[in-house]
């Protein structure tokens, strides 16, 4: 096990995974992606590419790191904005974690693992910044690194 990872930086406001969508054709029920949700598992498989252009799948098991930045209301006074920036006020707003998760991990499906069913461990952050973003970090699972027990 190395302590190597990979890192994308995501601009702009955390998505969550949309629901799937049904219709109707000729009498049968078609369930479909939504185009928001494929565009954007699409965008974060092409900005993880771009900023780790020499990274390979990994094989074994892996965990992940997210950091998701949301934007403070144009409406928050000066004193909320400073609780919110110093983590004292942590967003409650949507998309829900799981839903964020979920994109992410489908997106990076094939370029930052094979499959996200090798994911064993996710850490996840929600926080507030002036510029939205999410940071996800990805690396091989190592037992060492597991604090949550102690």
Do not use: C, W
């Not at 601009?11 to 000729?26: A, N, S």
């Not at 974690?97 to 952050?125: E, P, T």
């Amino acid at each position: 096990m190395n302590n190597e990872h990979t890192k994308a930086i995501i601009l702009g406001q955390p998505v969550g995974k949309g629901r799937p969508r049904y219709t109707h054709i000729r009498g049968r029920v078609l369930v479909y992606t939504p185009k928001k949700t494929k565009d954007y598992e699409s965008d974060v498989k092409t900005i993880y590419l771009s900023q780790n252009p020499r990274s390979k799948p990994l094989k074994g098991g892996v965990e992940v790191i997210v950091e998701s930045f949301y934007k403070i209301s144009s409406t928050a006074n000066k004193a909320t904005r400073a609780l919110m920036l110093s983590d004292d006020i942590r967003p409650q707003v949507k998309p829900d974690i799981d839903n964020v998760i979920k994109i992410l991990l489908d997106g990076l499906n094939g370029v930052a693992y094979d499959d996200d069913k090798q994911v064993v461990r996710i850490i996840f952050d929600k926080r507030y910044a002036e510029k939205p973003k999410t940071i996800i970090t990805i690396r091989e699972y190592d037992k060492r690194n597991n604090d949550i027990s102690k």
